[in-house]
């Protein structure tokens, strides 16, 4: 892919540009944001100290500049960042509309780190280009991150420092010789080590992609804020000029361990649904089961009548599952999907899975909305190493209160998103992007209990799919289907609590098994999806639920039920199954129903 690299001179925006290198893409032009009448302005956004130094690093690269000037002016300080005339990140969009016309790129990396206030502007930009955004440093550890840094040979000179412990001496070090103390400083004040809490600023210097050296002739230390305990000095770079370098070994870096990272690895039986039941408590939740209809779109809108009737609105829903009798109509019914929830600043989490649907009923969706009293959700659009972006209308992670709902996950390798080669591999892959979302969403949990099962689409992998999803799961199990979004070979489905009896998964070998664990929530209020092996079921010669016309009188009116015979059920050993449920309980707060 032809990328272009938005370059502050920094150490974050450099290595970015060598791990997208690293990935394989093409890079193919540079830009950079400068302030309009220079001095050091305030900005979220861009890095301003040392960027008179730009052009040199653009010449070190032998690659175009497109330069942009910026007032740094913020008018939309918000976290979900919506276009408005006159703001900093507008001058991004201009940058970015030029080089994709006159360099034809198709994405944009940059050295988003930790900062979502920046990795969110840069992807509603491209967004609205229709650029594909890359982050490829994005959450990666710090500490490892200054090591890659001084491993590969990177020349980072600090050019400004604002916290405490650090001041004028240290202006003009190397972070090689700096690293040292910014560790003792982490440890004593609580420092972010890469300098990302703004603690510092820095400019690279020599690299490996670099042709040539860039020489600091003359410099000035510059005081900028004389704050007693953390004053802010930057250094203004007067004279510079580029030096002969032994360039030989300038493709090298691929190879290194730390740049192995980025680079490239190598049909469902037919539902059988109880009718559509809706259940709610004091207008705080809603669970539907079992939606359908001739078409998404109206169904959505069905969604909608039902959510008003309830006092909720669209952002109050949290995860949404679609089974679709036929994948190769996903696009179709994206698009409706996608209108439905446009212009809303949050979107839930989605599972997807093809069913053998009959031709009146394309598909199937299974809802579930809450009014939390705290709820965010996680939308990362950049392609990173740390996890698998979002490609849709849908977030990869939704806390609401202390529930968290994470998307079906696919192994898919996370900076050029495409599946890994192998089952086994894209379990391995899935795994990491799940572990990668939970620890960032639900890491202040002391403990967690999780409810997580598998869709696959070969018996092959169940036994190593149920090692790789037990853990502290209660209760994991695969469900064999025929067929998958983009071909993948496993799909996992996960909710997370500190309770365990909130979210629940268990397999069951009789009716009678499967009617006990019903039981059990005779109580509550849940949502229900049942998978039942059918051939099994038939061979152990069971009536089927819809025969035991008593299991639904366990349950209160509001719970909802959803029904899916599949073609296996496996646990761990590879023992075949006769039923499995997943169980959400939705009045855990002992609101009235």
């Not at 002391?446 to 090692?467: E, G, L, N, V």
């Amino acid at each position: 892919m032809k990328i272009g690299a938005l370059l502050s001179g920094g150490k974050d925006s450099v290595f970015a540009l060598h791990a997208v290198v690293a990935s394989g893409h093409e890079v193919n032009c540079i830009g950079h944001i400068s302030p309009e009448e220079g001095g050091e302005p305030d900005s979220e956004m861009y890095q301003s100290v040392a960027t008179e130094g730009i052009s040199l690093v653009a010449e070190a690269l032998e690659l175009p500049l497109f330069l942009q000037s910026s007032k740094s002016k913020s008018n939309c300080s918000t976290m979900d960042y919506k276009p408005s005339e006159g703001d900093e990140v507008e001058d991004l969009y201009l940058l970015l509309d030029r080089m994709k016309k006159e360099k034809q790129i198709e994405g944009i990396c940059c050295g988003a780190l930790l900062s979502d206030y920046q990795r969110i502007r840069v992807e509603s930009v491209c967004n609205r280009l229709g650029l594909v955004s890359f982050a490829p440093i994005w959450q990666k550890d710090q500490k490892q991150y200054i090591s890659d840094l001084n491993t590969l040979g990177f020349e980072v000179v600090i050019v400004k420092v604002a916290a405490l412990g650090l001041n004028r001496k240290h202006v003009g070090k190397l972070l090689e010789d700096l690293t040292p103390t910014l560790l003792t400083l982490e440890e004593k004040y609580g420092v972010h080590p890469a300098g990302e809490g703004g603690e510092f600023e820095s400019y690279v210097t020599d690299c490996p992609l670099y042709k040539k050296k860039i020489v600091l002739n003359e410099t000035e230390i510059v005081l900028h804020s004389d704050d007693f305990s953390a004053p802010v000095y930057y250094l203004k770079i007067k004279s510079a000029s580029l030096a002969d370098k032994d360039s030989s070994g300038n493709e090298d870096f691929k190879a290194l361990p730390q740049m192995q990272q980025y680079r490239s690895d190598e049909k469902a039986p037919v539902p059988v649904v109880a009718p559509t039941s809706i259940q709610s408590s004091s207008g705080r939740f809603l669970s539907i089961s079992a939606l359908s209809g001739e078409n998404l779109a109206a169904a959505l809108e069905q969604l909608n009548c039902k959510l008003r009737e309830n006092k909720l609105n669209k952002a109050d829903i949290v995860q949404v599952q679609l089974f679709l009798r036929d994948l190769s109509q996903f696009n179709t019914m994206n698009a409706a999907y996608s209108e439905f929830f446009k212009g809303e600043p949050s979107t839930p989490t989605r599972l997807c899975v093809e069913a053998n649907l009959p031709v009146s009923q394309p598909f199937i969706m299974n809802v579930t909305a809450k009014r939390a009293q705290n709820s965010n959700s996680l939308k990362v659009t950049s392609r990173s190493n740390w996890a698998c972006s979002v490609v849709g209308p849908y977030s990869q992670a939704v806390m609401a209160d202390d529930d968290l709902y994470l998307s079906g996950i696919i192994g898919l390798r996370p900076m050029e998103h495409l599946l890994a080669a192998g089952a086994s591999n894209q379990l391995r892959l899935a795994c990491s992007h799940r572990d990668q979302l939970i620890d960032l969403m639900a890491s202040r949990w002391p403990s967690r209990h999780q409810c997580m099962y598998s869709f696959i689409t070969s018996k092959d992998i169940a036994t190593s799919s149920s090692r790789l999803l037990s853990g502290d799961s209660l209760g994991s199990f695969s469900i064999l289907v025929s067929c998958l979004p983009r071909g993948a070979s496993v799909e996992i489905a996960a909710r997370l609590s500190p309770s365990g009896w909130a979210h629940y998964c268990a397999a069951a070998d009789t009716l009678l098994e499967l009617k006990e664990i019903i039981a059990e929530r005779k109580n509550e209020a849940c949502q229900m999806l049942i998978f039942e092996n059918e051939e099994l079921r038939k061979e152990s010669g069971e009536d089927t639920l819809e025969t035991e016309i008593d299991y639904f009188n366990y349950l209160r009116n509001s719970s909802s039920v959803c029904k899916i015979p599949v073609a296996g059920i496996f646990c761990d050993k590879m023992k075949e199954r006769s039923y499995a449920i997943v169980i959400e309980q939705l009045n855990k707060m002992n609101l009235e129903a």
